[in-house]
């Protein structure tokens, strides 16, 4: 049901459409079976042309309805994949974080391809449910007997067949809640490939405990689920061939019948003896696909929609003067934990064109700091101020724009993509000879040639990207951790003061406390506080003023 109503909430129009078209099979379907049985009644010639006419027909209905059923489901699909991508982004980035990346790749990686599995036997379930429908319909108008007990034996299979296919659906979530797990496990085993190369122990230790572990579970809820689904298979398809006993040799035991119409019933039951078994052969893939729809459906009611900021009136001032932090707090919470971090309240104020760098030890909260002034979290409590005009959910996305930011876990696209200058090109290599990478790294039509490079060039890409952004502040979270002594220094003694020169605000995250002394401030965080914001007036490596 879940998986019809989320194909039906594609396109009501297709849907009609193919409805309309289904019927029609179904109706040339059931006109073939009645012109069948009348010519073994021996009266061919009268229904011989009537007989063509529906071999013209049906080709064409069926065409039309199979057509029209994989429009919608794969229309569906493509929605389904896009919905949640767009979700996913459009959702606040705290709560992504939280939910976690496995979550979101199960979605996608594990559910989608379910659901399109069970997607492609949809048109060929309609059509063989048509048939069967309008083959008991035949039924019921040869002998109204004879469809009461096929429909109460139908109805008697179908509540058998709910109890193995109630205990496979349990053992099914089961398995699907354990591949989230297993997805983990992967991500681990993927990321942390050259530690469990270099450690035998670590990894036979994975591979029993975590990946056999994972896998194991998913094997035996799978296999569970399997079996319980084989048994309900088994009970349909024996009920298929009870109906058939029953109407051949029970039903005639108390409704007389002509040799005409034995043949006539014998003839449905023959013709709807496959239809029956492909529906019940199809049950396990359609059940699965409505599991997978309800996690899908559940991620995407789990994650909240974050105010697009696009309306009118959102855009903001690149030429601003001032921005203020007034009291903002944020708190990392673990549920049942007692280890919440809090940031805050901060009171802090940027002046347009300052070279600020932000300092203090591991986990001291200088990341998350450098998240609230570039709008990814919003503050829990206080505000955020550009020339005296509070950052909103209204305006947030525009705030946004104003930062190019190149993150400790940044993301290297392999394409400037989103970048459309004219001479985007021309620029890009410019600034590759600048970062020294143009003997590594070529651009052509916005796309970059590698990027499989070093960290410390990926970082130099990253930069790339940022420079082309050309946006009025730039925030570097430990840029240069990974740069090279030579590069480092160009970092910090060409590179930042270029930057103020054209007017940019710049924001460095550092440990690099020998070039401390260039910055116009240093601003140190301690527990999640700020505890020292120095002016820094002559600039040497001497004068770094600790606060
Ligand atoms: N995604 C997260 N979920 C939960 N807690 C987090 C998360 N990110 C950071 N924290 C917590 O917030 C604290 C501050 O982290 P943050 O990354 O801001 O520190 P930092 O000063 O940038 O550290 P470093 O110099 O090591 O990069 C950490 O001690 C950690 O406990």
Not at 51 to 79: K, M, N
Not at 249 to 267: C, D, N, W
Not at 282 to 293: D, F, K
């Amino acid at each position: 049901m879940k998986l019809l109503a989320f194909v039906a909430g594609y396109s009501r129009r297709i849907l009609v459409l193919a409805i309309l078209a289904g019927a029609l099979c179904g109706a040339c379907n059931t006109a073939l079976l009645v012109l069948i049985n009348e010519a073994l009644q021996r009266k061919r010639g009268a229904v011989m042309w009537s007989f063509a006419a529906v071999c013209l027909l049906l080709p064409f209905a069926r065409y039309h309805s199979e057509i029209l059923l994989t429009r919608l489901s794969q229309g569906a699909l493509f929605d389904l994949r896009v919905k949640i991508c767009r979700k996913i982004l459009g959702a606040p980035l705290r709560q992504i974080e939280e939910i976690g990346p496995s979550r979101a790749l199960t979605a996608l990686t594990d559910d989608v391809p379910v659901i399109t599995t069970a997607l492609m036997q949809i048109p060929i379930v309609c059509i063989n449910l048509v048939i069967v429908v309008g083959g008991l319909l035949y039924m019921g108008w040869m002998s109204p007997v004879m469809l009461a007990s096929v429909l109460a034996l139908i109805v008697l299979g179908i509540v058998g067949y709910q109890l193995p296919m109630s205990r496979a659906t349990r053992h099914f979530r089961r398995a699907r809640e354990a591949t989230e797990e297993l997805m983990k496990t992967f991500r681990a085993l993927t990321r942390g490939v050259k530690e469990l190369k270099l450690h035998a122990r670590r990894r036979e230790a994975f591979l029993a405990t975590s990946l056999e572990g994972e896998a194991g579970v998913v094997q035996a809820s799978n296999l569970r689920g399997m079996v319980a689904l084989t048994a309900a298979n088994g009970w349909g398809q024996g009920m298929v061939f009870t109906i058939i006993g029953v109407t051949l040799f029970v039903v005639p035991l108390f409704q007389e019948a002509s040799a005409e119409a034995s043949i006539g019933y014998a003839l449905v039951l023959l013709y709807l003896m496959t239809p029956m078994q492909v529906l019940i052969g199809a049950l396990p893939a359609l059940s699965r696909a409505g599991i997978a729809v309800q996690k899908v459906e559940d991620l995407g009611a789990s994650l909240k929609v974050e105010a697009s900021g696009a309306e009118a009136g959102a855009a903001l001032p690149e030429r601003w003067k001032r921005l203020e932090l007034a009291g903002v707090t944020h708190a990392y919470r673990s549920e049942g934990k007692d280890d919440t971090f809090t940031l805050g309240p901060i009171h802090l104020s940027v002046r347009r064109g300052e070279l600020i760098f932000l300092v203090g030890g591991n986990g001291s909260g200088k990341t998350t700091l450098a998240k609230l002034i570039a709008g990814l979290y919003a503050p829990e409590s206080g505000q955020i101020r550009l020339d005296g005009e509070a950052i909103t959910d209204r305006n947030r996305q525009a705030y946004r724009e104003l930062f190019s930011v190149v993150f400790f876990d940044f993301h290297l696209f392999e394409s400037l993509i989103g970048l459309d200058s004219p001479e985007l090109t021309q620029r890009a290599r410019g600034y590759l000879s600048r970062l020294q990478l143009d003997h590594k790294v070529s651009v052509e039509g916005g796309v970059l040639s590698t990027t499989s490079l070093s960290q410390g060039q990926r970082k130099r890409l990253a930069l790339l990207t940022a420079y082309l952004e050309d946006r009025p502040v730039y925030l570097f979270d430990e840029w240069a951790a990974d740069q090279d002594p030579v590069f480092k220094d160009v970092f910090y003694r060409q590179i930042l003061p270029e930057l103020r020169a054209s007017g940019k605000t710049i924001l460095v995250i550092s440990h690099d406390d020998r070039y401390f002394g260039l910055a116009d401030r240093v601003l140190k965080m301690d527990f999640g506080q700020l505890v020292g914001d120095a002016q820094v007036t002559v600039r040497s490596d001497e004068t770094y003023a600790s606060a």
